[in-house]
């Protein structure tokens, strides 16, 4: 059963709202710390970093708050993005937060889109598993998963610089079958592999 994730980040918005609770992050402590030890050892400051799939941001906020002042996040629901604007006021957190589906068309009059820069960073940490999971839960999935692969793996490269990293953390894919699913086409990948 696929989850109406629109429908969580308007919950999670009015919760926010009424209680300043942020809401739930995909990840655990232990892999967010991981994820910052990393951009902290490879990525500079004022690189470009994009997060996809940003959900209510708490990841870009951290990141934020530890020097690094070009980060952008999207999300295709409008909530998270409401939800996330609500805690950037909050954190003081100047970060760049759109609504975008990067799996979807860029609309050509929009020129200043997140999904027409290039960023030396982009990272996902769960949207690459939402995706894979929801379209394998149906008739027809291997069709279904390999399209959405194919696309990711266009749209992620197209927003990369020369010599820029995607970084996916993945709880449900062995680092091997991300090499054999989306890591054939060239584009510096690194994979953050999550326990349970």
């Not at 940003?54 to 934020?64: D, P, T």
């Not at 589906?101 to 929009?110: E, F, Q, T």
């Amino acid at each position: 059963m696929e989850i109406n994730m629109d429908k969580k980040y308007e919950e999670d918005w009015k919760n926010f709202c009424d209680h300043g609770d942020i809401g739930d992050d995909w990840c655990s402590e232990e892999v967010v710390q991981a994820i910052l030890t990393w951009i902290k050892t490879n990525i500079e400051f004022d690189d470009p970093i994009l997060d996809i799939g940003c959900g209510n941001a708490a990841f870009i906020f951290q990141m934020y708050h530890k020097g690094y002042t070009n980060v952008t996040g999207i999300d295709k629901s409008p909530n998270a993005i409401k939800l996330a604007t609500e805690i950037s006021h909050q954190e003081c957190a100047k970060v760049r937060l759109e609504v975008c589906n990067v799996l979807g068309s860029v609309p050509s009059d929009a020129p200043d889109s997140p999904l027409n820069k290039k960023y030396r960073l982009v990272l996902d940490k769960g949207l690459y598993d939402s995706v894979v999971l929801a379209s394998t839960s149906t008739e027809g999935s291997q069709t279904k998963a390999k399209h959405f692969r194919d696309n990711y793996v266009k749209r992620t490269s197209q927003l990369l610089q020369p010599g820029g990293i995607l970084l996916v953390a993945t709880c449900c894919h062995t680092e091997e079958e991300m090499k054999q699913t989306i890591g054939k086409n060239g584009m510096q990948i690194k994979y953050l592999i999550c326990d349970m």
